[in-house]
């Protein structure tokens, strides 16, 4: 039974003319608002994965829960629709339970508060914000459980309840959850930090109603969404063909040795209707790499994905969703069965953007960006200081190459995600017994390519106290592909030496591992792929590359450039050199995997340290045998 | 006799203001700028003003100056080579950078990295740690670092940089680095993170560090020229330049750390503005500075102008105070165009810039800009006073009527929507500075400058709803204003970040007491007496764990047993105001910040006539409230959704007490002030215009 919303003000509103200017100015504040919200909680929260890394979305939604402005697309769809109760004036409603919103938040580490704008008796639009919780409880500090096999290992599962009823707090409500979480301060902070972002947008939406009339505003967010739609619509119509394209990328593993999945989509277009099918996506995992896929959050990324280079400027919003159809497989990877494990499906949210891109950029080579979204790298570590007893817990996204682009080169060690930064090291080692030895791009990671995708960064993190880390990355096994003649990037890694010396490589995704000071981690993350042939990569510019150390001299070969170490090209061995790789080497393809996953099987051992995955299919038989 | 002497130098013109201390009499001058080399105009305006005043360049005691020559490096990339030596493993520190990508979602699509401040081929790295208790983890590895200095002077560096990890808690690393890179480069200048900025956040730090190293020699070459010319001319001056916060420093110290430069023009608007509107009682401010690709915009409060600890310029973006300006890219040349996607009316950042310039000024520009709606409205009328310059307005019109055509409106509703969208432009910058900050701007009266600024005032005092709109005078006079009436200023803070719980009251008194003393010593130095100078102290409190800390004002006897006690309930109160929230969670003392400023001058605001005072012709002989003199003809004008009557009136021709009723267009020198329909503006005794709605 859908959520009932109760209204003391019956009167509908007025539909009324909004001529294109005013829709324009009322456009630009609600952006305005959205930067408000933001910076609110920016400047007031607490963990670092939100005050220093912005892991948090705010949005605000017209008055049936369309979202106007923000960055997913709506979350309030899923909650709407399922929601058993009825909602008010004060009323403020708070969740972490993906399967109470049809994942529109996908792990209970992020933490949403809904707000409804009443205005004079009326719901007149919404607010909302999640913010990514450090800790919320279960078997493991950071709450990300790489082996959970169900949600109920994974912490404090929040159906919606209302935080303010009829503006009333529910301190009882907060203090439940506290108490099930390591890091009660931070939490609490964030979460009114959360909810005060959302007053923001209350008071914003108030102001433009105020200034234009409250009809006015509620016509001007539907023409808003109208105007989204037609430009999506002539997009669709120009660049998305009847014909079916696919694409398939894969996750390299679950953490307990199977892999890889398979994520395969589909795309064409019926009419003014594309159809995104992922039909052929491998099942539902058994451990917590599923990845509970929204289907307005998908739509969001394919309109978002396909505007970019057309109107930079637009302020995306919920308006076209007709014309996108998901069709995800109930039981898959991207949909799968309660209660299963949710915690980390980063590493497909991230996957998912790659095989967009790939799927988008087919017809259109020239828009056509390599592979990069890899994953979120995640740290998560915890201990007791061992004078004080003091418990500390951390945790930190880590950054990768960017894709060479169209547009140019990956730039090193950037954030594909909008609105990230990273942790400065010196904030880390203030507050955290670390000492960061090194940070800096690994040179030769990006992938060769007339526009060169990013280097990936190297983390080197010197333990000063006991403790245990957990790793969360993925890319180490399938690379990270290049397009149109574009090498693919250099995989991660993960070395753990200890203090003794003693070297071990550790898997892309780990719990538990327990470090003593005097301990070192090497935090190898990805490159981006190549974008472009790279042997019509200017030599020049190869060699500035190796002056700068972004590249060496080996690895400008793979350019077919020839150079000293301080970057000078010897003209007459590149060229000599580049004719001899043109005449050698087979045609390339749009795609560079770098090879199919049975041959990357075969020399993963060789090439990683790391024994091959085994394919998810013999689960089933590992399982049987175990219980025979 | 002892005098002052402000300077601003303008694209234009060169405002100088000389001002009598102990009278507080003020004389002004005006000469072309002299772009390529500005201190032609300085001089040739200075000897200028002093014969004015019947005085001798000898006479004047303090010469002060707001300079954009730091801004324009940046602005045009014209800096240094800048050689940066890190800490071993942190070589690419800018080049990793805080990783962000503007842009939101997929904005990495199309976001091109700019080039780093200090080349990675510039940039070195040595074996040497400081941990994070500010402990020796690494000694300096000497030998290692006079070879990668040696490198650098192969690589022909014109600055040096030196930027150590955790060198804010200990910089004697630094120090010792910096001594060896004097002696390998005697003849550059060498920058230490630890002295430019104390302050943890290792990319933030070398990031201005490096930014100071880069305006570095072309600000040297600037100050020594410039003083070298003002000498011959026989002055000996204390002289000084605008920092960004709208302090004074002198040459020396400016060509030490010219960083604190970079918003050195606008602050002279702010202060000029602010200096002007107090004469007249208004302390409570929106400042809005409009120019030709940008609009800047601050706020003051109780007659002090909001401060910030970061410093925008261009793509850089680095942590030094300055008065809290904020910067839209929307000015008279800011472009309007239609997307043909989305059929959305855009206008920026995109500008036409000086050149080519909006169509109107026929010097090459054909994209319709901001400049170009204004005129079609009407607001901007073709034939400028004193400019030799007349607007093409059937090109204006020409060049929006496409932008008309593709929204389905008249040419005006098209203009007017160009006007209306860049409004609401700036008024989200105003917005950041007033609302979010827990401002409400109707609070604040809003003064309009620059260019363009009197030709937006009006609408933006609409929309805010603060009033009344002030237009000051001649927008150079403003800046000069502000560069004269400034005080000198020394600063100084102390990087704590200790929980309140650890700290007693004397532990600050202590703390505040060395800060004082430092601070008063810097400006003894400079030659203000400690009894003529007032002291500030400010303390930066947070709660622990949250990243950012609210400055509030402390008194040095309030740490006297409770005084930390009242700081945490004035932090929660700030908290709540500007937040909607406190928390009950630990306090956290960030820094404690200490600023002396010198005596204030006692300039006198101009007095402007009144009709009846005058007597005599031509102010005294038509009767009361009859401007008829002051109109230079009848004009048309669009507002609200049609065309009106209005009239161009001449401001030099007003007088104190006149009220000009809208639509009306007040047309000066280097400025015309639009007032809309259902407005008016006064005349105040200062020449101030006060534009409310009737």
Request: charged share 20%; with cysteine; proline share 6%.
């Amino acid at each position: 039974m859908p959520a009932k919303i109760i209204e003391t003000n019956q009167t509908p509103f007025e539909r009324i003319a909004v001529d294109p200017i005013t829709l324009d100015i009322i456009e630009n504040a609600l952006r305005n608002a959205r930067t408000e919200m933001d910076a609110t909680l920016f400047r007031t929260a607490m963990s670092p994965g939100i005050r220093e890394q912005g892991d948090a979305f705010p949005l605000i939604a017209e008055k049936d829960g369309r979202m106007i402005v923000g960055q997913f697309g709506s979350f309030l769809d899923g909650f709407l629709k399922g929601y058993n109760g009825a909602l008010e004036e004060g009323d403020v409603i708070w969740l972490s339970d993906p399967y109470s919103c049809e994942g529109a938040i996908s792990h209970v580490n992020d933490w949403l508060i809904i707000m409804p704008i009443f205005r004079k008796g009326r719901v007149i639009s919404w607010a909302l914000h999640f913010g990514h919780q450090t800790d919320v409880g279960g078997k493991v500090p950071g709450s990300l459980p790489t082996d959970a096999t169900s949600i109920y290992q994974e912490g404090i599962r929040i159906p919606p309840v209302k935080l303010y009823r009829k503006g009333e707090f529910q301190e009882d409500i907060l203090r439940l959850v506290l108490a099930n979480t390591r890091m009660t301060e931070w939490c609490r902070a964030d979460l009114i930090a959360i909810v005060a972002s959302c007053r923001i947008a209350e008071r914003r939406v108030n102001e433009i109603c105020d200034r234009f009339g409250d009809d006015l505003y509620v016509s001007a967010c539907q023409d808003l969404l109208a105007r989204n739609r037609r430009a999506m619509a002539q997009l669709i119509q120009t660049s998305i063909s009847t014909e079916k394209l696919t694409f398939e990328d894969y996750i390299c593993d679950d953490g307990r040795g199977f892999g890889p999945y398979k994520i395969k989509a589909t795309m064409w277009r019926e009419g003014e209707k594309v159809i995104l099918d992922w039909e052929g996506t491998d099942p539902q995992s058994e451990s917590s790499i599923n990845f509970y896929l929204n289907e307005n959050m998908l739509k969001m990324f394919f309109g978002v994905y396909m505007i970019m280079v057309f109107d930079p400027q637009i302020l995306f919003n919920d308006g076209f969703y007709d014309l996108v159809e998901v069709r995800i497989p109930q039981g898959s990877l991207l949909k799968p069965d309660f209660p299963a494990a949710l915690s980390c499906r980063t590493h497909a949210l991230g996957r998912i953007f790659d095989v967009l891109g790939a799927l988008l950029g087919q017809r259109a080579p020239e828009f056509l960006n390599a592979a990069g979204f890899s994953s979120s790298p995640h740290l998560m570590l915890s201990g007791r200081y061992r004078e004080t007893g003091k418990y500390y817990q951390l945790f930190q996204i880590g950054f990768g190459g960017i894709p060479g682009r169209p547009f140019g080169d990956g730039a090193d060690g950037h954030s594909l995600w909008p609105n990230f930064t990273n942790v400065p090291n010196e904030f880390l080692e203030a507050y955290f017994p670390l000492r960061i030895e090194r940070y800096e791009s690994i040179p030769d990671s990006g992938g060769a390519g007339k526009h060169r995708g990013g280097n990936g960064i190297r983390i080197s993190y010197r333990f000063l106290e006991p403790g245990m880390f957990a790793i969360h990355d993925d890319r180490w096994f399938i690379k990270p592909w290049g397009v149109n003649g574009g090498d693919p990037g250099e995989r991660s890694r993960k070395i753990l030496v200890r203090a003794n010396g003693a070297t071990t490589i550790l898997p892309s995704k780990c719990d538990d591992i327990a470090v003593q000071p005097g301990d070192l981690l090497h935090y190898d993350t990805w490159g981006g792929g190549g974008w472009g042939d790279p042997l019509d990569r200017e030599a020049d510019l190869v060699g500035l590359d190796v002056r700068l150390g972004l590249v060496s001299v080996e690895g400008a070969k793979r350019y077919g450039v020839v150079c000293a170490a301080n970057g000078a090209v010897d003209l007459g061995a590149t060229e000599a050199l580049r004719a001899a790789l043109r005449a050698s080497r087979p045609a390339a393809g749009i795609f560079n995997t770098g090879g199919d996953v049975e041959s990357l099987r075969a020399r993963c051992e060789a090439e990683t340290g790391l024994p091959a995955p085994v394919p998810p299919r013999e689960q089933l038989v590992a399982h049987r045998m175990a219980a025979e | 006799m002892a005098y002052r002497l402000g300077v601003d130098v303008g694209g234009t013109f060169t405002d100088l203001l000389l001002l009598d201390d102990a009278s507080g009499e003020a004389w002004r001058e005006k000469v072309p700028s002299t772009p390529h080399d500005p201190s032609v105009a300085v001089v040739e305006g200075t000897l200028s003003v002093c014969g004015k005043a019947g005085v001798q360049p000898a006479d004047v005691r303090l010469f002060m100056h707001g300079t954009t020559v730091a801004t324009n490096t940046v602005l045009t990339s014209t800096g240094a080579r800048v050689g940066l030596v890190t800490t071993e493993g942190y070589r690419q520190v800018l080049q990793v950078a805080r990783s962000f990508v503007p842009g939101g979602l997929a904005g990495w699509i199309i976001w091109n990295k700019p080039p780093l401040i200090a080349p990675l081929d510039c940039t070195v790295e040595v074996p040497e740690r400081i941990g994070a208790d500010g402990a020796v983890v690494r000694p300096l590895d000497e030998a290692a670092l006079r070879a990668a200095l040696q490198n650098l002077k192969a690589q022909n560096v014109e600055a040096v940089t030196i930027s150590f990890i955790n060198s804010y808690l200990n910089d004697a690393h630094e120090r010792r680095a910096g001594e060896i890179a004097r002696e390998i480069f005697p003849d550059i200048p060498v920058s230490l993170s630890a002295q430019v900025l104390p302050e943890m956040y290792e990319y933030e730090r070398a990031l201005t560090t490096c930014a100071n190293s880069y305006v570095r020699p072309r600000v040297a070459k600037y100050v020594h020229n410039l003083k070298t010319q003002l000498e011959a001319s026989g002055m000996r001056a204390n002289m000084n330049l605008l920092r960004s916060d709208a302090g004074l420093m002198s040459f020396e110290k400016a060509q030490e750390s010219p960083v604190n430069l970079l918003m050195s023009g606008p602050a002279g608007g702010v202060a000029g503005a602010l200096w002007v509107c107090q004469q007249s009682g208004f302390k409570n401010l929106l400042t809005v500075d409009v120019g030709g690709t940008s609009t800047d915009v601050a706020l003051i409060e109780n007659a002090h102008p909001r401060v910030t600890r970061d410093t925008e310029c261009g793509d850089l973006k680095v942590r030094a105070t300055s008065l809290d300006i904020r910067t839209v890219g929307a000015g008279g040349g800011s472009i309007a165009q239609v997307n043909p996607l989305t059929g959305a009316l855009r206008v920026g950042p995109e500008s036409a810039g000086a050149v080519p310039g909006p169509v109107c000024y026929s010097k090459g520009g054909d994209k319709p800009t901001v400049t170009d709606a204004n005129v079609v409205l009407g607001y901007l009328p073709e034939e400028l006073l004193g400019g030799a310059m007349k607007l093409d307005r059937p090109a204006a019109a020409a060049s929006l009527q496409p932008l008309a055509d593709s929204l389905g409106v008249s040419l005006q509703q098209a203009a007017k929507g160009v006007y209306d969208i860049v409004n609401e432009n700036m008024m989200g910058a105003l917005r950041l500075i007033s609302v979010q900050q827990g401002y409400d701007p109707r609070e604040f009266a809003l003064v309009a400058f620059g260019g363009a600024g009197p030709l937006h005032a009006n609408a933006l005092g609409r929309l805010l709803g603060s009033w009344p709109v002030i237009v000051p005078p001649s927008p150079g006079v403003l800046c000069a204003f502000g560069d004269a009436t400034t005080r000198l200023r020394a600063e100084r803070a102390r990087s704590l970040t200790k929980t309140f719980a650890d700290m007693t009251d004397a532990d600050v008194a202590r703390y505040l007491d060395e800060l004082a003393n430092e601070v008063a010593q810097e400006l003894e130095a400079e030659g203000v007496p400690r009894s003529d100078q007032e002291l500030i102290l400010e303390a930066g409190v947070r709660y622990s764990g949250q990243a950012f800390e609210v400055a509030l004002p402390v008194k040095r006897d309030q740490f006297t047993g409770n005084g930390l006690q009242q700081l945490g309930d004035a932090f929660d109160a700030e908290h709540l105001r500007a937040f909607t929230f406190k928390l009950d969670a630990d306090r956290e003392l960030v820094t404690l910040r200490a600023t002396a400023l010198g005596k204030a001058s006692n300039i006198q605001a101009t007095q402007l006539p009144t009709r009846a005072a005058k007597g005599g012709w031509p102010f005294g002989k038509k009767k009361d409230g009859d401007l008829s003199d002051a109109i230079i003809r009848n004009h048309r004008l669009w507002a609200d959704g049609e065309e009106h009557d209005a009239v161009i009136y001449d401001r030099a021709k007003l007088r104190a007490g006149d009220k000009i009723n809208g639509p009306a267009i007040v047309s000066e020198m280097d400025s015309t002030t639009v007032i809309l329909p259902g407005h008016a503006a006064e005349v105040d005794s200062h020449g101030l215009l006060l534009i409310r709605p009737v």
